[in-house]
């Protein structure tokens, strides 16, 4: 299950994060997503790990994602602490894979400029309203359709796809 | 419609369709290969599924780290190897028998126009030069496609290059491509699909082709698609017996925007650190020392690319200081290099030739750059660290100019390589 609203503080990056330096190719061995989470963003932040342990915010620039189809980069992410990313845009696999695994991912336009690391954020996954509790900042990110939205309450495709076989019989 | 609203409007069982809109298109081959397939088989055993949709069209290829460079790749290769002997996949290309994956795929007839084509790559999308749509996807999602057949797309709005004029020599496809990612930056056609055409495009041959729907991914496009032609329809029945209908785009088709390239005065193209859009003309930045120089990759392993490299190198030494790296993209491609006397220019001139596989162009192995090192590459990214260290450094050029580049050390216009030496 994902949680509908989300709180929690801000890491920043910004454009053209690729799926490289969020999960670097040599990595791609490890099956564990334990393992995985040990080197997301290695190739930006090799102390991202420990920063995100307790729960944080991504905020990207533009083409957050961007490069290879490793899902492994969005599950590195997931297990490494991030709750949810928000970015101005996102590269069109790494967003599929997110929604997959159960990673909530927000077009967000505006956030990038105006939020700093640290900020706490709350993100309401319903109405796509993010505000930003440290200066008062409100925006509105673009919703998830539908459908989209029950394969995150459901937590990523699996549980959904189990879910609708269950439902079915 | 234009030819991807054709081809997934005909995949969904839709008379029409248009941009924006979702559907669920039935899928005509789905690939994976050593490091997203292990994923894709826990993610279809996790769904409960038992058997996949349709085995004749699953193709599984062992490509990226082979033969295997550690106990870890050996178990994903044996994992792999299970899952096709127990779903009776008879298209798997295990080491020795394929090589690079969006080689293999065309090569050995999977590819066809008008089909709709996933792999669990991102580079899936070289297949649009065959009139496909083909795309790239996640592990998990292709577990659902094994389990189902099926996959929803979004409908994409189209941009048009439209590339004209006639190449000088040694100016490549490769050029052109980098030159468009150029133009178009790495997030101008996120979500968005590419359609190449225009008379450069037309006199390409299929070699040269697939390096530009190779890199549609680069710009962050969905699919990097060509109408199919003669040349397309001679290449695919030469290599499959399963029928297939090329499908153009209407004369009126609906294009977001139309991009005209004229590429009559390009010359060759090299895009510098860190960034695939980052792209200059190689007057800027040559004598920029390189340690490395690699040509292969699905983007650049091909036979018209190894042809291109051996013109520049024949009867030259490589400089001291310089690995070169040459890796034909398949089984196919190196026997026919062979056979034509390249490869023996290539050793001739000082090169390591590696057997077809991915090798360094991901990092996985076989040329990983330390701290500090610069490599001349033909493949199709540069991040950080994408071809080891965080603290090096990759070019992406042409086979030609890594070739030219190799003989000099430094980064080298292969047009004027007489000048250089």
């Known amino acids: 299950m994902t949680r509908l609203t989300i709180r929690g503080k801000?890491?920043?990056?910004?454009?053209?994060?690729?799926?490289?330096?969020?999960?670097?190719g040599p990595y791609l061995v490890h099956t564990d997503p334990k393992e995985l989470a040990k080197h997301a963003m290695e190739g930006l932040d090799p102390k991202f790990p420990e920063k995100a342990a307790d729960g944080v915010i991504v905020v990207?620039?533009?083409?957050?994602?961007?490069?290879?189809?490793?899902?492994?980069?969005?599950?590195?992410?997931?297990?490494?602490?991030?709750?949810?990313?928000?970015?101005?845009?996102?590269?069109?696999?790494?967003?599929?894979?997110?929604?997959?695994?159960?990673?909530?991912?927000?077009?967000?336009?505006?956030?990038?400029?105006?939020?700093k690391e640290g900020d706490m954020l709350v993100v309401n996954l319903q109405t796509g309203k993010v505000e930003d509790k440290t200066n008062g900042s409100v925006w509105e990110?673009?919703?998830?359709?539908?459908?989209?939205?029950?394969?995150?309450?459901d937590g990523g495709l699996i549980e959904h796809l189990k879910r609708r076989i269950k439902t079915n019989e | 419609m234009n030819i991807l609203e054709k081809i997934l409007a005909n995949a969904s069982g839709k008379h029409q369709v248009s941009s924006g809109e979702i559907v669920e298109a039935s899928i005509d081959v789905a690939m994976i290969h050593d490091l997203t397939g292990p994923l894709a088989i826990k993610s279809f055993r996790k769904i409960g599924a038992k058997k996949v949709w349709d085995n004749n069209k699953v193709v599984i290829i062992l490509d990226h780290l082979v033969p295997a460079s550690s106990i870890i790749s050996a178990n994903l290769h044996k994992i792999v190897r299970n899952f096709?002997?127990?779903?009776?996949?008879?298209?798997?290309?295990?080491?020795?028998?394929?090589?690079?994956?969006?080689?293999?795929?065309?090569?050995?007839?999977?590819?066809r126009p008008g089909e709709v084509i996933v792999?669990?790559?991102?580079?899936?999308?070289?297949?649009?030069?065959?009139?496909?749509?083909?795309?790239?996807?996640?592990?998990?999602?292709?577990?659902?496609?094994?389990?189902?057949?099926?996959?929803?797309?979004?409908?994409?709005?189209?941009?048009k290059v439209n590339v004209t004029g006639k190449l000088q020599k040694m100016v490549t496809p490769k050029d052109v491509t980098l030159n468009i990612v150029g133009k178009i930056g790495a997030d101008g056609a996120i979500y968005k699909g590419l359609e190449f055409g225009g008379s450069t495009i037309r006199d390409m041959s299929i070699d040269g082709?697939?390096?530009?729907?190779?890199?549609?991914?680069?710009?962050?496009?969905?699919?990097?698609?060509?109408?199919?032609?003669?040349?397309?329809?001679?290449?695919?029945?030469?290599r499959t017996d399963k029928p297939f209908k090329p499908v153009k785009s209407n004369p009126d088709s609906v294009y977001e925007k139309i991009v005209d390239v004229d590429v009559s005065n390009l010359e060759p193209q090299v895009a510098v650190p860190h960034s695939v859009d980052n792209v200059k003309p190689v007057s800027e930045i040559k004598d920029t020392e390189v340690d490395q120089a690699f040509i292969g990759s699905c983007t650049n392993g091909r036979l018209e690319d190894l042809r291109s490299a051996a013109r520049v190198l024949k009867g030259k030494k490589i400089s001291r200081g310089v690995r070169l790296i040459v890796i034909p993209a398949s089984q196919e491609i190196y026997l026919?290099?062979?056979?034509?006397?390249?490869?023996?220019?290539?050793?001739?001139?000082?090169?390591?030739?590696?057997?077809?596989?991915?090798?360094?162009?991901?990092?996985?192995?076989?040329?990983?750059?330390?701290?500090?090192?610069?490599?001349?590459?033909?493949s199709n990214r540069n991040f950080v660290g994408r071809m080891g260290s965080t603290k090096s450094f990759v070019y992406l050029a042409s086979p030609a100019t890594v070739a030219a580049s190799a003989i000099t050390g430094k980064i080298t216009d292969p047009r004027r390589l007489k000048e250089e030496v």
């Open chain 1, 10 to 24: 801000v890491i920043k990056f910004g454009d053209n994060v690729d799926t490289d330096v969020i999960l670097p």
């Open chain 1, 60 to 115: 990207g620039g533009k083409n957050f994602g961007c490069g290879s189809s490793r899902e492994q980069a969005p599950i590195a992410l997931k297990y490494a602490g991030v709750k949810c990313v928000l970015a101005e845009s996102f590269a069109r696999i790494f967003y599929r894979n997110s929604i997959t695994i159960g990673l909530p991912v927000l077009v967000c336009q505006g956030v990038s400029g105006k939020v």
């Open chain 1, 141 to 153: 990110a673009t919703r998830l359709p539908e459908f989209i939205m029950e394969i995150l309450e």
């Open chain 2, 84 to 111: 096709a002997e127990e779903q009776n996949i008879k298209n798997f290309y295990d080491v020795g028998r394929g090589g690079v994956c969006h080689q293999v795929m065309p090569e050995k007839g999977h590819v």
């Open chain 2, 119 to 159: 792999g669990a790559d991102s580079h899936t999308c070289t297949y649009g030069a065959f009139g496909a749509f083909a795309t790239g996807i996640g592990s998990t999602e292709m577990a659902a496609v094994f389990a189902t057949g099926k996959l929803w797309f979004r409908v994409p709005e189209v941009i």
């Open chain 2, 209 to 238: 082709r697939m390096v530009l729907s190779n890199m549609a991914v680069e710009m962050g496009a969905k699919a990097g698609i060509i109408e199919p032609d003669e040349k397309t329809v001679d290449y695919v029945k030469a």
């Open chain 2, 336 to 378: 026919n290099a062979l056979n034509e006397g390249l490869i023996k220019t290539f050793m001739e001139a000082g090169a390591t030739i590696g057997n077809p596989n991915c090798g360094p162009c991901l990092g996985g192995h076989m040329g990983i750059l330390a701290e500090g090192e610069a490599c001349i590459s033909s």
